[in-house]
């Protein structure tokens, strides 16, 4: 075979191995790594094939799978799938995907969380730590929510607890107003709630003492 000859199958030769059906791209997972018992948590992947194939997915948990492969989607499209489990615990997502010829391998594994998340404590009340009988004060508190999900809060003032305030943004500062009717010493403390009705524990309390303002 001359050189000529040569150089003209070795260009074929790559030019076949091009031709040749490629597996899709490994897939990508989103999703979220935090959840409660029976929520239904909500996952996306995508794959892209070169030659434009349709794809299909399979998903596995722990190594075992969900339940087969999915039906054809194009390429390059985002899908969502749900999920939800009844226990708590750790549990490991992958998936990949195929066309009419070839699997991609797995994907990485995306590590999901399972237990009873609740609001996280507030921050102890900020406000005057000296205050008279009859005046109205504010107080300020904050709370921050493991599932991003929106808290309300409840101030309670020793002598009394409040009623809850508009459920906000974790994080956002919360003021409440109240006024002290006898002279003492009250600690002030707030807890949070979430909309399923999980609640915090009571934060460090704030000292007040209130005094009657009358000169002596």
Same mark, same amino acid.
């Given at each position: 075979?001359?050189y *000529?000859?040569?150089?003209?199958?070795?260009?074929?030769?790559?030019l076949?191995l091009?031709?040749?059906?490629?597996?899709?791209?490994?897939?990508?997972?989103?999703?979220?790594?935090r /959840? *409660?018992?029976n929520?239904?948590?909500?996952?996306s992947?995508? &794959?892209?094939d070169?030659?434009?194939d349709s794809?299909?997915?399979?998903?596995?948990w722990?190594?075992?799978?969900?339940?087969?492969?999915? $039906?054809?989607?194009p390429?390059?499209? $985002?899908?969502v799938?749900?999920f939800?489990?009844?226990?708590?615990?750790?549990?490991f997502? *992958?998936?990949?995907?195929r066309?009419r010829?070839?699997?991609?391998?797995?994907?990485? &594994?995306?590590?999901?969380?399972? *237990?009873?998340y609740v609001?996280?404590?507030?921050?102890k009340?900020?406000?005057?730590?000296t205050?008279?009988?009859?005046?109205?004060v504010?107080?300020y &508190? &904050?709370?921050?929510?493991p599932?991003? $999900?929106?808290?309300?809060?409840?101030f309670c003032?020793?002598?009394t607890?409040d009623?809850w305030?508009d459920?906000v943004?974790?994080?956002?500062?919360v003021?409440?107003r109240?006024?002290?009717t006898m002279e /003492?010493?009250f600690e002030?403390?707030c807890r949070?709630?979430?909309k399923?009705?999980?609640?915090? $524990?009571?934060?460090?309390?704030?000292t007040?003492?209130?005094?009657?303002g009358?000169?002596r």
């Amino acid at each position: 075979m001359s050189y *000529r000859n040569l150089i003209v199958h070795s260009v074929l030769f790559v030019l076949m191995l091009g031709c040749h059906n490629q597996p899709p791209s490994v897939p990508i997972i989103f999703g979220p790594q935090r /959840g *409660r018992p029976n929520d239904t948590l909500v996952f996306s992947v995508i &794959s892209v094939d070169r030659e434009g194939d349709s794809v299909a997915y399979l998903f596995e948990w722990n190594n075992q799978s969900s339940s087969g492969w999915t $039906e054809w989607f194009p390429q390059g499209v $985002e899908i969502v799938r749900q999920f939800s489990f009844a226990d708590t615990g750790s549990f490991f997502l *992958r998936a990949k995907a195929r066309d009419r010829q070839h699997e991609s391998g797995w994907s990485e &594994s995306l590590n999901v969380t399972v *237990r009873w998340y609740v609001p996280s404590v507030p921050r102890k009340p900020a406000g005057p730590d000296t205050v008279v009988v009859g005046d109205n004060v504010t107080f300020y &508190s &904050s709370a921050l929510h493991p599932l991003n $999900e929106l808290v309300a809060i409840q101030f309670c003032w020793s002598d009394t607890v409040d009623v809850w305030s508009d459920y906000v943004l974790p994080g956002t500062i919360v003021a409440k107003r109240h006024v002290f009717t006898m002279e /003492g010493e009250f600690e002030v403390r707030c807890r949070a709630k979430d909309k399923k009705g999980y609640l915090s $524990e009571w934060s460090a309390p704030e000292t007040v003492l209130v005094q009657s303002g009358q000169t002596r």
